[in-house]
């Protein structure tokens, strides 16, 4: 069975840090690009950021750029999202997401291009 599986969620006041975690199991995900998304209340599910299969380039929403960092570990089938400087705009629901090809290509944010989602995890930030 494959599975994506979020951790390191939790609360933090503004302006301080979070290290989300996205573990996979069932298959190697180290030939998908991978992704982070996230869903407020009310909200529709927003990219994030997103990452190649090789780590060499990256993508940013333009809310969290300089903020987040998006890396992978290919030997650990595993997806960081380091979360710096947090503001409680950025409280939300986190997913991971494996998408179907090599590289995100133009349509990173579109959540159809994206094959495997994790269950979330509750990111909450206070002021």
């Known amino acids: 069975q494959v599975q994506l599986v979020e951790s390191g969620g939790g609360s933090v006041q503004a302006g301080g840090s979070l290290r989300l975690s996205c573990a996979a199991s069932?298959?190697?995900?180290?030939?998908?690009?991978m992704a982070w998304f996230r869903q407020a209340p009310g909200k529709e599910r927003e990219f994030v950021g997103a990452i190649t299969w090789s780590g060499g380039s990256t993508k940013y929403a333009d809310s969290v750029k300089g903020r987040f960092t998006i890396s992978r570990d290919n030997a650990k089938n595993t997806v960081y999202l380091q979360m710096n400087s947090v503001k409680p705009e950025d409280t939300a629901v986190y997913y991971c997401?494996?998408?179907?090809?090599?590289?995100?290509?133009?349509?990173?944010?579109?959540?159809?291009?994206?094959?495997?989602w994790g269950q979330g995890t509750q990111v909450t930030v206070s002021s």
């Open positions: 997401a494996a998408h179907r090809d090599l590289v995100y290509g133009l349509r990173y944010a579109n959540l159809n291009n994206y094959a495997y």
């Open positions: 069932g298959r190697t995900f180290s030939r998908n690009a």
